[in-house]
């Protein structure tokens, strides 16, 4: 192990994990399909493509909530506040229509990122809680963002959002401060923590090939 990595081991989880996956976080944010997004140049079909793997992710993560609620510590982990499929399943039937379980399609990234989360998040507790630490505080820190950009680049209505907006929590800072204060705060040794990490890493790069297949589709 690195002098780096022993170092990165030491610190809180919350901080171990950011300056674990950096690198893995960028190279998912600066995708060709996420600058297109993010830059108006794509479609609401590509929105809507996006939206339906959402759909098999979360869907995959939070039937893993139950196993989590039974572990005394990891039930501090799942908030009622940040679950998404419910939001995703009203957007896709705007985006698609009232049939669109019949209509969209899955990808092979999406089904290896959906089976990864079957494997891990219902068996471990730091498996769900590295996937739910790239997954619902990505949300939260740069949801907004996405969601402006949606409806002024895209004419995406209210209806078809959901996704980004989470409720019942105004003040998505605080919200993360106290989620990253639970993290912190569970029972993992120093090992454990760097499971965590190293999972969180296989999160991001699940995302980014689903990034890579989905730009695959939609860039032209």
């Known amino acids: 192990m690195s002098s780096a990595s022993t170092l990165e081991a030491e610190l809180p989880l919350s901080l171990h994990l950011r300056a674990a996956t950096r690198v893995a976080h960028e190279r998912a ?26 759909h098999v992710i979360y869907t995959a993560l939070e039937a893993a909530e139950p196993f989590v609620r039974s572990d005394p510590a990891g039930a ?3 908030v009622e506040g940040l679950r998404r499929v419910p939001s995703i399943e009203r957007d896709l039937e705007t985006l698609v ?3 669109w379980r019949d209509e969209v399609r899955v990808l092979p990234a999406t089904e290896r990122y959906a089976a990864r989360l079957r494997e891990v998040a219902g068996t471990w507790v730091g498996g769900y809680v590295a996937h739910a630490y790239t997954r619902y505080l990505g949300d939260l820190s740069g ?5 402006a950009i949606l409806q002024r680049a895209y004419a995406v209505p209210d209806e078809a959002v959901n996704f980004y907006t989470f409720t019942s929590i105004p003040k998505p800072k605080l919200f993360k ?6 993290m912190d705060a569970l029972p ?4 454990e923590r760097l499971a965590v990490a190293a999972e ?6 699940l995302n980014t090939a689903l990034f890579a297949e989905l730009g695959a589709i939609h860039l032209r």
């Open 29 to 54: 944010e600066t995708s060709g399909f996420v600058e297109s997004l993010m830059r108006g140049e794509l479609t609401v079909a590509a929105y809507a493509d996006l939206a339906a793997q959402h």
């Open 188 to 191: 993992f040794d120093r090992e």
């Open 76 to 78: 501090t982990m799942v």
């Open 177 to 182: 401060d106290d989620y990253r204060a639970r």
């Open 143 to 147: 949801g907004l963002a996405v969601k």
């Open 97 to 99: 229509g009232p049939g």
């Open 200 to 205: 969180a890493e296989v999160a991001f790069g």
